[in-house]
């Protein structure tokens, strides 16, 4: 029975978030940010369905970085960065080309190897190509009966867009850990990411290649 417990309490704390209130106010303010400029992105149309989305793709984002390092035993709590955060809320400006999106970032304390931290950067741009893929396949489903949602073709630009981001391999992004850990991982991850996006911006019109295309 004793070591059961010990068992059943191990699990516990490994599979536990814990989050304390700092955490918590600092999670609302960076994702009504990244709400803000995932709005923008759509000349801030007020939809439910598209905050959903906009909200589920940062969050779990974060929250697969923090649990994978509490997962480890490691202390990680999400911070708002001021000048991230500057930045990202300046891209929420209608006029604003080009997008930001990096108001904070899980911090991490502990003894981790290069290998898990790694990963620990990893699991969050995977999060976003396992939601833009669900995404799409959805809409690829539906659309093979003449009823897909336009919707389902936002979250698989948004999360392809918030892996690609999220994988620049400079600036303290997820991409710059992960370029150091294994460049090979790095490669596949930046190329599932770019290739979610355009697929889905295709998908929808090609607005973003077009506007591209001025420029190149």
Same mark, same amino acid.
């Given at each position: ?14 599979? /536990? ?24 992105? /759509? ?38 960065? #001021? /000048? ?6 300046? $891209?929420?400006? !209608? #006029? #604003?080309? #080009?997008?930001?999106?990096? !108001? *904070?970032?899980?911090?991490?304390? *502990? ?5 898990? $931290? ?20 959805? /809409? ?9 949602? !336009? ?54 019109? *090609? ?10």
């Amino acid at each position: 029975a004793c070591m059961g417990g010990r068992i059943r309490s191990s699990l516990y704390d490994m599979i /536990y978030l814990r989050f304390s209130k700092t955490e918590i106010l600092h999670l609302m303010i960076a994702t009504a940010l990244v709400a803000a400029v995932g709005m923008s992105l /759509y000349r801030f149309q007020f939809r439910w369905d598209f905050l959903a989305i906009f909200i589920s793709a940062f969050v779990i984002h974060e929250l697969g970085h923090k649990f994978l390092a509490q997962f480890y035993r490691a202390w990680a709590e999400f911070r708002v960065l #001021f /000048y991230g955060a500057v930045i990202t809320a300046i $891209s929420a400006l !209608p #006029f #604003f080309p #080009f997008k930001f999106i990096a !108001p *904070g970032a899980v911090m991490i304390s *502990g003894n981790l190897s290069a290998a898990r $931290s790694g990963r620990v950067s990893l699991i969050g741009p995977l999060t976003n190509l396992a939601m833009g893929t669900g995404f799409l396949c959805v /809409y690829l489903i539906l659309a093979a009966i003449d009823s897909a949602s !336009p919707i389902l073709l936002v979250g698989v630009r948004f999360n392809g867009f918030i892996g690609f981001f999220n994988m620049i391999p400079f600036m303290g992004l997820d991409g710059q850990k992960i370029f150091g850990w294994n460049k090979i991982v790095w490669v596949l991850t930046m190329a599932g990411a770019i290739g979610l996006f355009i697929g889905g911006d295709l998908l929808s019109g *090609g607005a973003t290649m077009g506007f591209l295309r001025r420029f190149f």
